[in-house]
């Protein structure tokens, strides 16, 4: 049973630029929520997708969005990237509610 | 806004020795877990707690949800080098969302 992956690994973009990020949640999940953790801190929630639509938001600015596919995966996109934009970016899968989730390894995201 | 804290920060102790680290909020929370995550990797869930005054233990890890659930701790017995790693608390309200995670507790167990 294949766990919570993540796509790609690590990605380096320069300010401005555009990036999506990709999540395949735990076999027979239905719930994706991303996280943004920097250097030295604790995840930070951004939003979660539920039947393909945005259920919550943390205090994230507009340039971060996503989606939810049928198959339950899910993309992060962020725009008009920012030096602090650089962090591990977390996904995570649960059934239904937050209160167990299982994350992924992360994309390790560096903005120049 | 629910925040969680978490004491201490860092943490190095030797092999063999006990250790107790705190998550501490002035708000309640339905539900609270503890994650252990290594460098490079993503946190993995170690326990949920839901209940006020609840006792779980995993093997040399015991964790207690406060009675007002505002607060946890995890005790570690005789730790290990495999401990090593960030522990973090995370909590949300009843129906498991508005989840706010901990900056964590960075624990070193030199052999």
């Known amino acids: 049973d294949a766990g919570v992956t993540q796509s790609p690994t690590h990605l380096i973009k320069t300010r401005g630029q555009q990036v999506t990020l990709r999540c395949s949640p735990k076999?027979?999940?239905?719930?994706v929520s991303w996280y943004q953790q920097a250097l030295g801190q604790g995840p930070q929630f951004i939003f979660q997708?539920?039947?393909?639509?945005?259920?919550q938001r943390g205090n994230f600015p507009d340039r971060f969005s996503g989606h939810q596919f049928p198959n339950y995966s899910s993309e992060l996109n962020v725009n008009a990237l920012l030096l602090g934009d650089s962090a591990l970016y977390l996904c995570?899968?649960?059934?239904?509610?937050?209160?167990?989730?299982?994350f992924g390894p992360g994309t390790r995201l560096t903005v120049t | 806004t629910q925040l969680l804290e978490q004491s201490p920060q860092f943490l190095s102790i030797q092999e063999g020795e006990n250790l107790t680290v705190y998550c501490n909020s002035s708000?309640?929370?339905?539900?609270l877990q503890w994650y252990r995550q290594e460098p490079g990797e993503g946190p993995v869930l170690l326990v949920t707690?839901?209940?006020?005054?609840e006792v779980k233990k995993l093997k040399r890890l015991t964790f207690q949800f406060g009675d007002a659930r505002k607060d946890s701790s995890l005790h570690i017995t005789a730790a290990q080098p495999g401990d090593t790693g960030l522990y973090l608390c995370?909590?949300?309200?009843?129906?498991?969302?508005?989840?706010?995670f901990g900056p964590g507790t960075r624990l070193s167990v030199l052999p």
């Open positions: 995370a909590g949300g309200d009843n129906y498991g969302q508005n989840f706010v």
């Open positions: 997708y539920y039947e393909e639509e945005e259920r």
């Open positions: 707690v839901v209940t006020g005054g």
């Open positions: 995570a899968s649960s059934l239904g509610s937050l209160r167990e989730q299982y």
């Open positions: 708000s309640v929370f339905s539900s």
């Open positions: 076999s027979g999940h239905d719930t």
